[in-house]
């Protein structure tokens, strides 16, 4: 019995230290306050995410303060009336109300619903600079602006009728395209209108958001901002060791068609990385190799500042993930040299397609990396992979990647050549015939090559692992089983049309 | 040297501590501590297991003076002959002897092999109730005794001979339904014989079970309840720790049929639980939001008593789980209003199928909950989506998957035109010729549209999240891909009957 | 605040104990030393990994001086050079210098680039001869060097071309197999040439390796040794922990032909794994069931020294891992009884196929397990199910894997007759016309047959669980499916020539 009470005691002693010293970083703004006053009632799990932040222990004073490499804030200068308190819910509600559509007033505040990049900007200036030039910014416009892949979205997303032997497809439906391919790309968050609803606190009037909710990379925010830095610091907590795990990624990056998640799962830096991440630090900043982890995840190779050490830089944070890319390796027909801009809304090829590639696989230059400057994004890569690899082993590696780039692209273009055979004898209607390249069975069966297939076989390569999705886990041995099936297709509408 | 010495005697007394602190809660009954004589070296893994479970170290009588809210246990009153002692080998498998048919005497004991649900419910009385009515506990009679489910079974799990130009389909294999279908729903557990075996203690005599092993959750028990609570509680130390984690409904729920688990696993629910789950609390009863986990798990949704900090009920602890559903979203053609009566043997539709809905998605009003009772359910649920997310957020939530519904039942309802196309010209077999449904080519690709795409299309939907299972993953992608399928299957007949 | 500072001085406290703990167990030889002078600086990532293995903390000394259960070598004898030292860089890559190909001149040093299974030997003799006996050694030539499996790889990996109506499928691409088969089954690692490169530390040569980098099981070394422990034991931790954790093996053994680490995943024993593995301990040896961990991983099955609390051995420690399996499960069309000899070179039945198996499924009893060794490897692997379970749940185990086995290969066997068929017509062109017996439609359908869904319904059934691979994912509805697909195949070549 005494023993459990001094175990008791121990216990205590050491929580009550560590409640101590959590106490008295809370410095909330009066305003902050006003706002946990009602909604730690109305939302207590969303109110317990951000008291576990690091937003509601730290002021942005206490955050510029840190030594060049721990800082984790990149503004110059930061608000005054935002120094000194923690980062709480009015600080960051109430930012440039003039520029949100979505501000209405509270309570005698002047709030804004979504909180957007443009906002949060005012401490993570540079990060948010960088993720501009992110293609991931621009998901929402790349996507549905794009008229091929406007054909793509109506295949997969609208609804179909059959009546009187024709299978007809319907009109658009936001509401499925807000789950289906806007979940990742982002929703164009407009306020339609203002509502009064009846509360626990009364009438309480709230503008109504059509697109809402989404997390996605594209999002476009009522203050015209462009993404959503929620996607990989998920609120309220918006933590770093969130982000740095692969977890967040495996959102948008797991399905068929970019099955990065997947093919790190099973890879040996996926290994390791489940083995052993419960003695990795998620936290420091800035990220020590071979100390605070032992294998790398989506965010150390492709974000994050890695250091040694003695904080020598072995990579510098972006929020420009292509900045260390060469290639873009899914979501095209064929993969191609990185685009130069991550607006891709003057890209156009030789046969007037909005493509940065040819319908051969040839790139259009003027929209892509150079050879050169490619070589640039894959050396800061490389600085990376040699942080554990010989150069031997890292450039063998980027060998095979480039191989299988070559050889991807390949099989496209016979699949594409046995299609173009069918759209030229009329079986189906497609290119020649100005129709929807998408939508027919031979269609069909051409895109899942290069969409599933092609993607899942580059990515195997581009990770160094996850052997199966290069061959039997929508590899190698289905894009070689789909061409011959596309062939057999070709075939039999020839013997039917005889 | 001496600071090794010091961090061993460190060591050396906190483990002294946790020892002692373990070791005067044990209170075995004398019979348990006889079957752990034998038992401990015949089966040192599962009662290692056991060790450390709560049952190993709590009598009934400290589990009855815990205050209400962190009560483990629901009976009003507990034998008196177990309160005072641990939960052990003996008190749970000499319970109710008269009623189990697989009762044995053994060493002097009457033993049961198996503790059914009835068995639990001496303690667990409310929990056990509350799963009666719950669906999974008619998981085995629902499925086998439904007579088109039944044709179902026979083609996915029967032998196919092919001979003389015909592929025909052979008898019922038990076995194979063991592992197969009724892995998770559940098998018939029988004693059929009593059979003396020679052991390391000589002779002695076991009874000899047909369906076992087995945890599926409508599992028919010896003593004729339903159901099994290790499908959650794993055996044997039946914790809530792994009943709260998704793993545990992986197990059933991760096939692309109920592609649940997997679809949690990439949403933003599943992210942030992957990666702070370590700081989580998976055993704290009652469950505070906010600072015992921040992101749910699916228990936390669906069958968890959730509170805030200060204690105040945000859902009730439920282990009948369609409490909070107000649709059935999988496993039949179409969805449809949550069934009324977790027993379904009485559900027929017009056509005289036994289901709850019509061949053209219409739900038999007489066997599913009204639209009153549904709004009941989904504000069960609304009331813990709010917990961490706005009115608006939570609301949409719910306006997007009841458009998914609608969605997925209209292209379940063209590709089933298109079978009945299919059967009118007798190119296939199937309802108006009175036989099985489920075994020509078309049927199958029929099949596959609700039981594997509209089912993963509506899971994305319902949870929030798993873009790609809504597009690229068993999702739109390939449901308008297979009625293109499907209206080509017709075609290519009809040009081969021409 | 002083409340921080004594945290502060405990935190600093503790945290001094461990390192002076760990440091004065540091012993590097100077030649370890020297390689670190520049390396550390070099390969931050990779030096960090090895400072955190046991290696770096333990001479062989002190690892010889163990009680026999906990030891970790295995050699008799270690020779002396090493036995005071840490196992360094120096002391693994200088072994055997004369029988290394890759061996080469590095600053005064005679340096392999590749550590191979002989060197790795010198302490841990046993489980590298058990490892040459185990299947996976041989996993290079028993591929590629079967000339059926070669037919395959070519179906695969190849390129193909379409041009005039014809599909063709082009020449072996070495590079595209390193990275697609070769990545789990190991490349034939050759020197072809010494490079005189440039670096920080002025010319240096260094050798370069053909088929590197490559961490595959059955790796050929330029020691022309077989295998890499570091396929399971990864560099530069080589550590027990991370081969004893289930996702080591989900690196070859996840894709649909093998889905082992899927079906373990969503099984009993995979979610209270990954429910309660926080708890495990992975590194203790030997490996205590039901204190170390309660739910077994793929290692405490297949390979791991398991014992008692009080230590009474339950399972050797084994690198040969068929000793405890009776079958061999997948990768060939019919399982069949686990070859005796791992090198299958020799292997061939009666129509000349090299196959331990006839194309009817009987196996060819010389080259396979008799029943009575089948029956002595599972009552092997028994005793370490009877660890958890009872008898009878183990044995029925047993026999619905074994009619598991009978029933998959019995529709692999109808999917035979029917692709005979077509062969015998001229459909496609096969084993009757010595072709290539994996490349045309119907050929492909029926590799699926048995290549994915025979394999995934029987290591469903092998692993008790994960029912959904025995049915819905990639499991019985599939192959019933296929069946039916590939018999609708038959007709509609029959329809066609008429």
Redesign the interface.
């Known amino acids: 019995?005494p023993?459990?009470i001094?175990?008791f005691i121990?216990t205590f002693f050491l929580i009550?230290?560590?409640s101590?010293?959590f106490a008295?970083e809370m410095m909330n703004s009066d305003e902050t306050e006003e706002c946990l006053g009602c909604h730690t009632?109305?939302?207590?799990?969303?109110?317990?995410?951000w008291?576990?932040s690091r937003h509601a222990h730290n002021s942005p004073l206490q955050a510029l303060a840190k030594p060049k490499l721990e800082r984790r804030v990149s503004a110059k200068a930061i608000p005054d009336e935002l120094q000194q308190v923690s980062v709480g819910c009015y600080e960051c509600h109430s930012l440039r109300t003039d520029q949100h559509a979505d501000s209405f007033e509270h309570n005698g505040y002047q709030i804004n619903?979504v909180v957007s990049p443009d906002d949060c900007a005012t401490c993570h200036t540079e990060e948010r600079e960088q993720y501009a030039k992110n293609i991931m910014a621009h998901a929402y416009a790349n996507l549905v602006d794009n008229s091929l892949y406007r054909d793509f979205i109506t295949?997969?997303?609208n609804?179909?009728?059959?009546?009187d032997?024709t299978?007809t497809i319907g009109a658009q439906?936001l509401?499925?395209e807000?789950?289906?391919?806007l979940?990742?790309h982002g929703t164009k968050v407009e306020v339609i209108e203002i509502e009064t609803?009846d509360t626990d606190f009364g009438e309480l009037d709230?503008p109504?958001?059509e697109g809402?909710?989404n997390?996605g990379v594209g999002r476009i925010n009522p203050d015209g901002s462009k993404g959503a830095c929620t996607s990989c610091h998920?609120r309220h907590?918006f933590?770093i060791?969130?982000a740095r795990?692969p977890?967040?990624c495996?959102?948008?990056h797991?399905?068929?068609?970019v099955p990065a998640?997947k093919v790190y799962?099973?890879?040996?830096h996926?290994?390791?990385f489940?083995?052993?991440k419960?003695?990795y630090n998620?936290d420091r900043v800035p990220w020590?190799?071979?100390?605070d982890f032992?294998a790398p995840t989506c965010a150390s190779c492709h974000a994050s500042l890695i250091v040694?050490?003695d904080e020598s830089v072995?990579a510098e944070r972006t929020h420009q993930y292509n900045d260390r890319l060469a290639w873009r390796l899914f979501g095209v027909p064929y993969a191609h040299p990185h685009p130069l801009d991550a607006d891709l809304k003057n890209v156009v090829n030789s046969d007037g397609l909005p493509l940065a590639v040819e319908m051969d696989g040839t790139p259009v230059q003027q929209f892509v990396l150079s050879k050169d400057q490619q070589e640039e994004h894959t050396e800061r890569m490389k600085t990376i992979c040699?942080?554990?690899?010989?150069?031997?082993?890292t450039d063998?590696?980027f060998?095979?990647l480039d191989?299988?780039i070559v050889?991807t692209n390949?099989?496209t273009l016979?699949?594409t050549?046995?299609l173009s055979?069918i759209w030229g004898q009329g079986f189906e209607q497609g290119l020649p015939h100005g129709k929807n390249i998408f939508?027919?069975?031979a269609e069909?069966m051409w895109t899942?090559v290069w969409?599933?297939y092609a993607n899942s076989t580059r990515f195997?390569?581009a990770m160094?692992?996850?052997?199966?999705?290069?061959?039997?886990?929508n590899?190698?041995?289905q894009s070689?089983?789909q061409?011959?099936?596309l062939?057999?297709r070709l075939k039999?509408y020839e013997?039917?049309h005889k």
């Open positions: 019995m023993s459990r001094i175990l121990c009550s230290l560590c101590f010293s008295d009632e109305l939302h207590p799990g969303l109110v317990g995410s008291l576990k619903v295949v997969v997303n609804h179909y009728t059959y009546n032997k299978l439906d509401l499925t807000y789950e289906s391919c979940y990742c609803r709230f109504v958001l809402w909710p997390q998920p907590a933590s060791e969130v795990q977890y967040t495996s959102e948008c797991k399905g068929p068609d998640y799962e099973v890879s040996k996926g290994n390791i489940s083995s052993t419960s003695e998620f020590v190799i071979g100390r032992t040694t050490e072995i040699n942080s554990c690899h010989s150069t031997q082993w063998n590696h060998i095979r191989n299988t050889k390949a099989i016979e699949a050549k046995i055979d939508d027919q069975e069909r899942t969409l599933f195997a390569s160094a692992g996850g052997g199966d999705y290069g061959v039997f886990a590899g190698r041995y070689s089983e061409i011959t099936k062939f057999e039999l013997a039917l």
